[in-house]
Structures are given as C-alpha cells and as structure tokens.
C-alpha cells in the first residue's frame, strides 16, 4: 500500500510559478514511479510528468514541457512538480499518484492504483 499526501497549489496569475508536493508512505513509497495528472472541469484526468523510481527518468506530456519539472527526494519520499509560466489552460485540480511500474508506462495511463487528494491549481488571466 501506498499513501499520498499533496501540499502547495493555489491561486497565481498568468505567467507566475508554484511547486507542487507529494509525500508518499508506505512499504513501497520509495520504489513506485510518481506522476501528477490534472484534471480541468468538464475534462478527463490527463497526464502531466513522470518520474522513474530513482529519479533519473523523466517524462512530460507535449503542453508542459519547458515549463514544468517533475523531480523526487527519496530521503524525502517526497515528489514535487515546479510549475513556471504557469497560463489559465493550466488552471485543474492536480493528483500525484504512485504506481509499481516504469515513469514511461505512466504517459499512456487513464488511471494509476494509487492517489493522492488532489489539490486545485487556478491560474488567472
């Protein structure tokens, strides 16, 4: 079992920045790759980033890439994702989730075993 904790989030105009936590526990915490999907309303959950196990592995979907990294502190059990030049399309509620696979099988995932709560991310025009 894995169990996800999110922090961060909130409220920023077009242009700005925010991280994004993710604590993870559990028996196998430190050895499932992690991902953040987003979901806008009215929309399905879509794929954001992933991250390998070790961190070494990163992958994004086409819309982020330049602007947001994904990266993970395993003395942490920590995954953050550092959100720049953020635009009101990025505007979703945003889930880590954790899942005993590679970071690359995430990409195409409609659903992972394990999620965190879920935090809201509104950015402003």
């Known amino acids: 079992q894995v169990q996800l904790v999110q922090s961060g989030g909130g409220l920023v105009q077009a242009g700005g920045s925010l991280r994004l936590s993710c604590l993870g526990s559990?028996?196998?915490?430190?050895?499932?790759?992690m991902g953040w999907f987003r979901q806008a309303p009215g929309k399905e959950r879509e794929f954001v980033a992933a991250i390998s196990w070790g961190g070494v592995r990163t992958y994004y979907a086409d819309v982020v890439k330049g602007r947001f990294t994904i990266s993970r502190d395993n003395t942490k059990n920590t995954v953050y994702l550092q959100m720049n030049d953020l635009k009101p399309a990025d505007t979703a509620v945003y889930f880590c989730?954790?899942?005993?696979?590679?970071?690359?099988?995430?990409?195409?995932?409609?659903?992972?075993?394990?999620w965190g709560q879920g935090t809201q991310v509104t950015v402003s025009s």
């Open positions: 559990g028996r196998t915490a430190s050895t499932a790759a």
């Open positions: 989730g954790a899942a005993l696979t590679t970071a690359q099988s995430m990409v195409d995932m409609k659903t992972l075993p394990y």
